[in-house]
T-cell receptor, first 113, second 114 residues
Framework: GAVVSQHPSWVICKSGTSVKIECRSL??????MFWYRQFPKQSLMLMAT?????????EQGVEKDKFLINHASLTLSTLTVTSAHPEDSSFYIC?????????FGPGTRLTVL | QKEVEQNSGPLSVPEGAIASLNCTYS??????FFWYRQYSGKSPELIMF????GDKEDGRFTAQLNKASQYVSLLIRDSQPSDSATYLC??????????????FGQGTILTVHP
């Protein structure tokens, strides 16, 4: 299957700081990437759809000014959690889309103190 | 009614048995259906996908789709302890702005005991 990487794999930050997470498709080009969030013992919740060269489409209830998404190239999308707070602590997972399906990155575990 | 419903389990089967995982969905426009496996603390990994009514087999896994009943299932033959994980059902978007989007069920926890 296709390979998607995420960096960092985990991060601990202080409340009020911003954190950037990178998602890369390593062996294919992805015009569309998705960002998910998963809280413990819950399923994946789609946050936004990221399209190369255009603005991201956010799901209802997701603050676009807090979760900044940039899809600068066909292989890279970034998610920046701005002014992070403890309630933003979660497992953030990106996926990159091929014509057939989505392949997931390994995820980034964010802990906000 | 939730968009995607799965029995959360846990489903416990003995090693070597067949595990049967079920999923119903509400969007009749869904065209593609995916099964992902997620180990604790890890991200989901694709097991298989199915587009057409009927069965699709891949190794020990068989996906079954019935669009009229809005039902998709996953059978795991000769279950192994390494199959113990959460299995996520995800119908694909019907089209337009939903194209490519997946809606995940809450997942079924499967435990295969030796």
């Amino acid at each position: 299957g296709a390979v998607v990487s995420q960096h960092p794999s985990w991060v601990i930050c202080k409340s009020g700081t911003s954190v950037k997470i990178e998602c890369r498709s390593l062996d294919f080009q992805a015009t569309t990437m998705f960002w998910y969030r998963q809280f413990p013992k819950q399923s994946l919740m789609l946050m936004a759809t990221s399209n190369e060269g255009s603005k991201a489409t956010y799901e209802q209830g997701v603050e676009k000014d807090k979760f900044l998404i940039n899809h600068a190239s066909l292989t890279l999308s970034t998610l920046t959690v701005t002014s992070a707070h403890p309630e933003d602590s979660s497992f953030y997972i990106c996926s990159a889309s091929t014509p057939q399906t989505q392949y997931f990155g390994p995820g980034t575990r964010l802990t906000v103190l | 009614q939730k968009e995607v419903e799965q029995n959360s389990g846990p489903l416990s089967v003995p090693e070597g048995a067949i595990a049967s995982l079920n999923c119903t969905y509400s969007d009749r426009g869904s065209q593609s259906f995916f099964w992902y496996r997620q180990y604790s603390g890890k991200s989901p990994e694709l097991i298989m996908f199915i587009y057409s009514n009927g069965d699709k087999e891949d190794g020990r896994f068989t996906a079954q789709l019935n669009k009229a009943s809005q039902y998709v299932s996953l059978l795991i033959r000769d279950s192994q302890p390494s199959d113990s994980a959460t299995y996520l059902c995800a119908p694909g978007g019907a089209g337009g702005t939903s194209y490519g989007k997946l809606t995940f069920g809450q997942g079924t926890i499967l435990t295969v005991h030796p």
